[in-house]
């Protein structure tokens, strides 16, 4: 299957700082990217979807300011955690559409933030 | 939109027997079906998919049926291993919507 790398794996960070994931993909290209928060014991909840070249799309709730995405070329989003408080701590995991028709979402391997 | 529910949220299965999730969707149109099996602190992993042209789908010891009437599809998984506990989510989507994932099932394997 395709590979999708998520870095880094996880990160502390003190109150008020930003953090930035990476998501790649290895071995395509990926005009779409998704980005997942998981809380524990929790299904995936979708952010926003990441548009190569073009704003990123953000879910009902989800806060564009505090979490900025930019996905400047077709193997690399970002998403950046600003201002970080306790309650951004989370699972944070990117995927990415592969295939004709683009079904198969892959996944990266998530990011587990804490923020202190 | 797509609601996906999912049942049991807990299995435990002694190795060597079989584990059946069973996923239920409410929109009709959604016509591809994935399966993803997520071990602790990593992210979901793509194990079977189905489409609703199609009624039934085997990969060694997992299988995946769909019943587009009742708008159910399950996951069976034979000859379990304690290597499969994990948590298994289904989903459901069609065309370029967003996927829609079920609660998840955690599924333990006795040795």
């Known amino acids: 299957g395709a590979v999708v790398s998520q870095h880094p794996s996880w990160v502390i960070c003190k109150s008020g700082t930003s953090v930035k994931i990476e998501c790649r993909s290895l071995d395509f290209q990926a005009t779409t990217m998704f980005w997942y928060r998981q809380f524990p014991k929790q299904s995936l909840m979708l952010m926003a979807t990441?548009?190569?070249?073009?704003?990123?799309?953000?879910e009902q709730g989800v806060e564009k300011d505090k979490f900025l995405i930019n996905h400047a070329s077709l193997t690399l989003s970002t998403l950046t955690v600003t201002s970080a408080h306790p309650e951004d701590s989370s699972f944070y995991i990117c995927s990415a559409r592969v295939g004709v028709p683009a079904e198969k979402l892959f996944f990266g391997s998530g990011t587990q933030l804490s923020v202190l | 939109g797509e609601n996906v529910e999912q049942h049991p949220s807990t299995l435990s299965v002694q190795e060597g027997d079989s584990a059946v999730i069973k996923c239920t969707y409410s929109d009709s149109a959604s016509n591809y079906f994935p399966w993803y099996k997520q071990e602790l602190g990593k992210g979901p992993q793509l194990i079977i998919d189905?489409?609703?042209?199609?009624g039934e789908k085997k990969d060694q010891r997992i299988a995946v049926t769909l019943n587009k009437t009742a708008k159910h599809f399950s996951l069976h998984i034979t000859e379990t291993q304690p290597e499969d506990s994990a948590v298994y989510f289904c989903a459901a989507s069609w065309g370029y919507q967003k996927v829609t994932f079920g609660t998840g099932t955690k599924l333990q394997v006795i040795p």
């Open positions: 990441s548009n190569e070249g073009s704003k990123a799309t953000y």
């Open positions: 189905i489409r609703s042209n199609v």
